[in-house]
């Protein structure tokens, strides 16, 4: 019995390897790097291991010899030599830790400058933060515009997405003028700006895979970058408790090819994803193309009607604008999840709609759990239709 004990105690050590080997997966894991951000924070990471376990060994090979060696025999009454204030001693211990540091300080300084490096002047962004100019300064290499690293030709245009962090969710505005909640598109192989800011509490902006963490702020704008190297879906995650779903805030960083990643933005800029506001038809027809039928194609307009009577326009912007309130579903049909923790199917959407709070404790969105099941499942049509990847592939 006993010995079985043993072994169940290993049992939470190998849940936690499994959970650890799952990561690499979902290109959440800052072990798994993508970018050249999370490379060098990763290089870095092994390097002060290293570092560190170099001090453990020499530590603990120091301490058994003095165990060992230095231990009193039998017949030793006198006491050891004294090496108190020892003038070669304690410049050794001294000096050595001073290196190490120094070993460590270097990349370090280094690639503090490298993730602060500020938005290329010429893509007119907002960073007015003095202080971080100043830094960027001294840095040296962005202030022309023209970064020493070999990859950023982009120079002008740079692509600089504003970001917002509300109490449970992300919003992404993009230059052209639109918005995208939760998934933030980006093109792969270039550094892509955020300017981070946060409407109601702290929230922390964090793509383990990608790079660094960082604050988001009311009333402050920080600012950092970031580069996938390959096209993909990069999990991010708020890294700062902000309320009862904190765990639950996540987003995603989807990386295309720049080609592909020009077709979305142009998709999204248009406002076509959603058919456009102007007019409910363009929406059926979008609708009765996809899938051929014409009752699809009403429910889907009946449910652009059901979207405006039940309120939801209020907070959900469909025509590419972001409101504030509640994540724009202008391209809702291509979220690889419902508020980011629900598979994307027409049931968990209706559950979402009735009973948000059910699933994300404390969060913003008003509940519907009487709306008639016409409405629904009308919203539920339209809302599964608006999609800009299809679009752009057309
Ligand atoms: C008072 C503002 C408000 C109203 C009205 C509202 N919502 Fe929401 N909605 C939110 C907020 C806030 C969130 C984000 C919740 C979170 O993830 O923390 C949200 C999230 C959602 C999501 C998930 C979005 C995503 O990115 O995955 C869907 C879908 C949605 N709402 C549909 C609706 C529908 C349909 C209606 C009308 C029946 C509606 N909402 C009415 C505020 C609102
Ligand atoms: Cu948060």
Same mark, same amino acid.
């Given at each position: 019995m006993k010995r079985h004990l043993g072994l169940l105690r290993l049992l939470p050590l190998t849940a936690v390897f499994m959970l650890l080997a799952g990561c690499g997966e979902e290109r959440l894991s800052a072990l798994d790097p993508y970018g050249p951000q999370a490379e060098w924070i990763l290089d870095n990471m092994i390097l002060? @291991?290293?570092?560190?376990?170099?001090?453990?060994?020499?530590?603990?090979v120091l301490y058994f010899i003095?165990?060992?060696?230095?231990?009193?025999?039998?017949?030793?009454?006198?006491?050891?030599?004294?090496?108190?204030?020892?003038?070669? @001693?304690?410049l050794t211990w001294t000096i050595i830790p001073v290196i190490l540091l120094a070993i460590l300080a270097v990349p370090t300084i280094w690639g503090t400058y490298y993730m602060a490096e500020e938005v290329p002047e010429a893509a007119g962004s907002s960073g007015e933060e003095s202080g971080d100019e100043e830094q960027s300064g001294e840095?040296?290499?962005? !202030?022309?515009?023209?970064?020493?690293?070999?990859?950023?030709? !982009?120079?002008?245009?740079? @692509?600089?997405? =504003?970001v917002t962090g509300h109490q449970f969710w992300w919003q992404f505005d993009y230059p052209e003028g639109f918005s995208a909640g939760n998934e933030v598109y980006i093109p792969t192989n270039e550094k892509v700006w955020f300017n981070l800011t946060a409407s109601d509490v702290i929230h922390s902006f964090w793509v383990p895979a990608l790079g660094g963490k960082i604050d988001t702020i009311p009333g402050v704008e920080n600012t950092m970058w970031l580069q996938a190297n390959e096209p993909g879906v990069y999990k991010g995650k708020c890294?700062? @408790?902000?309320g009862p779903s904190h765990a639950l805030m996540d987003f995603k960083v989807i990386a295309m090819e720049p080609e592909e990643y020009e077709a979305w933005e142009a998709e999204m800029a248009s406002g076509n994803a959603s058919g456009g506001q102007q007019s409910e038809e363009s929406g059926a027809e979008q609708e009765t193309s996809d899938n051929g039928s014409g009752?699809?194609?009403?429910?889907?307009?009946d449910g652009r009607q059901a979207f405006? =009577? !039940?309120?939801?326009?209020?907070?959900?912007?469909? =025509?590419?604008q972001g409101t504030g309130q509640g994540p724009t579903l202008s391209n809702f049909g291509d979220r690889e999840k419902i508020a980011n923790i629900l598979e994307p199917t027409d049931e968990n959407l209706e559950d979402w709609i009735r009973h948000p709070d059910d699933i994300k404790q404390g969060n913003n969105m008003p509940s519907f759990p009487d709306m008639n099941d016409e409405d629904m499942n009308a919203i539920v049509q339209y809302l599964q239709s608006l999609s800009a990847e299809e679009n752009m592939n057309q």
């Amino acid at each position: 019995m006993k010995r079985h004990l043993g072994l169940l105690r290993l049992l939470p050590l190998t849940a936690v390897f499994m959970l650890l080997a799952g990561c690499g997966e979902e290109r959440l894991s800052a072990l798994d790097p993508y970018g050249p951000q999370a490379e060098w924070i990763l290089d870095n990471m092994i390097l002060s @291991l290293y570092v560190m376990a170099l001090v453990v060994i020499v530590v603990f090979v120091l301490y058994f010899i003095a165990v060992f060696k230095f231990r009193k025999k039998p017949g030793d009454e006198e006491l050891p030599k004294q090496v108190e204030g020892s003038k070669a @001693l304690e410049l050794t211990w001294t000096i050595i830790p001073v290196i190490l540091l120094a070993i460590l300080a270097v990349p370090t300084i280094w690639g503090t400058y490298y993730m602060a490096e500020e938005v290329p002047e010429a893509a007119g962004s907002s960073g007015e933060e003095s202080g971080d100019e100043e830094q960027s300064g001294e840095g040296g290499d962005s !202030q022309n515009g023209e970064s020493s690293s070999e990859e950023s030709s !982009q120079g002008e245009d740079a @692509l600089v997405i =504003d970001v917002t962090g509300h109490q449970f969710w992300w919003q992404f505005d993009y230059p052209e003028g639109f918005s995208a909640g939760n998934e933030v598109y980006i093109p792969t192989n270039e550094k892509v700006w955020f300017n981070l800011t946060a409407s109601d509490v702290i929230h922390s902006f964090w793509v383990p895979a990608l790079g660094g963490k960082i604050d988001t702020i009311p009333g402050v704008e920080n600012t950092m970058w970031l580069q996938a190297n390959e096209p993909g879906v990069y999990k991010g995650k708020c890294a700062e @408790l902000c309320g009862p779903s904190h765990a639950l805030m996540d987003f995603k960083v989807i990386a295309m090819e720049p080609e592909e990643y020009e077709a979305w933005e142009a998709e999204m800029a248009s406002g076509n994803a959603s058919g456009g506001q102007q007019s409910e038809e363009s929406g059926a027809e979008q609708e009765t193309s996809d899938n051929g039928s014409g009752e699809g194609a009403s429910t889907v307009s009946d449910g652009r009607q059901a979207f405006e =009577d !039940q309120g939801c326009i209020t907070c959900h912007a469909v =025509d590419g604008q972001g409101t504030g309130q509640g994540p724009t579903l202008s391209n809702f049909g291509d979220r690889e999840k419902i508020a980011n923790i629900l598979e994307p199917t027409d049931e968990n959407l209706e559950d979402w709609i009735r009973h948000p709070d059910d699933i994300k404790q404390g969060n913003n969105m008003p509940s519907f759990p009487d709306m008639n099941d016409e409405d629904m499942n009308a919203i539920v049509q339209y809302l599964q239709s608006l999609s800009a990847e299809e679009n752009m592939n057309q």
